[in-house]
């Protein structure tokens, strides 16, 4: 099983087929103009920096629950996601 250290170590063409085949989508944001897609893949969280301006990813980021919690103002059971 892919673990969140293997994740951060692949490219970012790899990271994202991996969440596009895999990940599961959870939450939506905005920021600064980037739009930023939380997504759940294996037992972790990552979050896709897209801007529509450039039309391009920026980055994909690791992303813990207490903060997933706090930039979504979301109030779910992360471990129960995570625990599938």
Excluded: P
Aim: charged fraction near 25%; aromatic fraction near 14%.
């Amino acid at each position: 099983m892919l673990t969140a250290n293997s994740f951060e170590r692949l490219s970012l063409i790899d990271k994202l087929t991996i969440i596009f085949e895999d990940g599961e989508e959870l939450y939506l944001r905005h920021n600064d103009g980037f739009t930023i897609k939380l997504y759940q893949l294996n037992d972790f969280l990552c979050e896709i920096w897209y801007s529509s301006e450039a039309n391009k990813i920026y980055k994909i980021d690791l992303i813990d629950e207490i903060q997933a919690v706090g930039l979504y103002e979301i109030n779910i059971n992360f471990n129960s996601l995570l625990n599938k």
